[in-house]
Structure formats: structure tokens, C-alpha cells
């Protein structure tokens, strides 16, 4: 059975960091595309970042490039997105999720098919 557990969400100040990580578990993932997605209040899903397995391809929506950064680490089964700067509307609940069939559609939350359980960043001003 597959798994994703997010970890590393909490309260930070304007202009902080904070490091979250998927630990990803139940099978092979060297296909898959590894994204992090985040969800505010009344608002629907958004793509922050994504990578490939062992890092090769990076993606990042707008609003988080040059601020986030996204890794992963084979040896441990585990994704890192290391958010810097971090603005009030980065507030959300942050989501990590596995695509099979690599880049295609990396950004449609639909093509995703497994899902962690979320953790919460809040950003206060």
C-alpha cells in the first residue's frame, strides 16, 4: 500500500523558512513525478513545485520560483521542499502527491495518483 506523509508544516513569521519533506513508501516511484500542491481556504489546489526522482527535472509555478526549492533523496524515499521568504499568502494547507508517466501534465492535480494528508503552514504578517 502506498504511502506519503508530509512532515515540517508550522507557524512562521513574514520572511521565514521552513523545510517540508514527504517520506513516500509501498513502491517504486523512480517513474513517477513527485509534486507539492497547497490549498488555502475556499480556494482550489494549486502546483507549487514538482521534481523527478534524483532531481533531473525541476518545475515551480510563478508565484514560488526563486523562493522554493524542491530535492529529493533516493536513499531515502523522501521529497524536500525548502520554502524561503515566505510571504502571508503562502498560508495553506501543503499537499504532496505522485504522477505516474514523468512530466505530462505535472501541473493538473487530477493527474496525480497518490495523495499525503497534508500539513499546515501559516505565514503571519
Known amino acids: 500500500q502506498v504511502h506519503l506523509v508530509e512532515s515540517g508544516g508550522g507557524l512562521v513569521q513574514a520572511g521565514g523558512s521552513l523545510r517540508l519533506s514527504c517520506s513516500a513508501s509501498?513502491?517504486?516511484?523512480?517513474?513517477?513525478?513527485m509534486g507539492w500542491f497547497r490549498q488555502a481556504p475556499g480556494k482550489e489546489r494549486e502546483f507549487v513545485a514538482g521534481v523527478t526522482w534524483g532531481g533531473g527535472a525541476t518545475r515551480y509555478a510563478g508565484s514560488v520560483k526563486g523562493r522554493f526549492t524542491i530535492s529529493s533523496d533516493n536513499a531515502k524515499n523522501t521529497v524536500y521542499l525548502q520554502m524561503n521568504s515566505l510571504k502571508p499568502e503562502d498560508t495553506a494547507i501543503y499537499y504532496c502527491g505522485a504522477k505516474d508517466g514523468g512530466l505530462n501534465n505535472y501541473y493538473l492535480r487530477t493527474k496525480y495518483d497518490y495523495w499525503g494528508q497534508g500539513t499546515q503552514v501559516t505565514v503571519s504578517s
Open positions: 509501498g513502491r517504486t516511484f523512480s517513474n513517477y513525478f
